[in-house]
């Protein structure tokens, strides 16, 4: 089982910055890939970001260029830095991990998310 836990998120202006973090606790055996979701008010959960196990990132076309995954395998750990914020960035934030075990194999789980507010 995997528990993940995300924070960092918060009120700010168009063009600032705001820095996610995700931490993993429990038991794995691999973590297959880490990913950033968000969903907005009435809308769907989308991909963001996310890093795979050799550490190959992918973003969604409206978030390139303006933020970056990347992890602290030490730490367990999965950062989004989000730079150039513009108000439809506004959602929850959910962090994301496929990971591997003897005893179940590949599951998905979710974080409870953080709610990231762009507003001028």
């Known amino acids: 089982q995997v528990q993940l836990v995300e924070s960092g998120g918060g009120l700010v202006q168009p063009g600032e910055s705001l820095r996610l973090a995700c931490v993993a606790s429990g038991s794995w055996r691999y973590i297959n890939l880490m990913a950033w979701y968000r969903q907005a008010p009435g809308k769907g959960r989308d991909l963001v970001a996310r890093i795979t196990r050799e550490g190959r990132t992918t973003y969604d076309d409206s978030v390139l260029g303006r933020f970056t995954i990347s992890r602290d395998i030490a730490k367990d750990t999965v950062y989004l830095q989000m730079d150039s914020l513009k108000p439809e960035d506004t959602a929850i934030y959910y962090c994301?991990?496929?990971?591997?075990?003897?005893?179940?194999?590949?599951?998905?789980?979710w974080g409870q998310g953080t709610q990231v507010t762009v507003s001028s």
């Open positions: 994301n991990t496929n990971a591997y075990n003897y005893e179940t194999g590949s599951l998905d789980y």
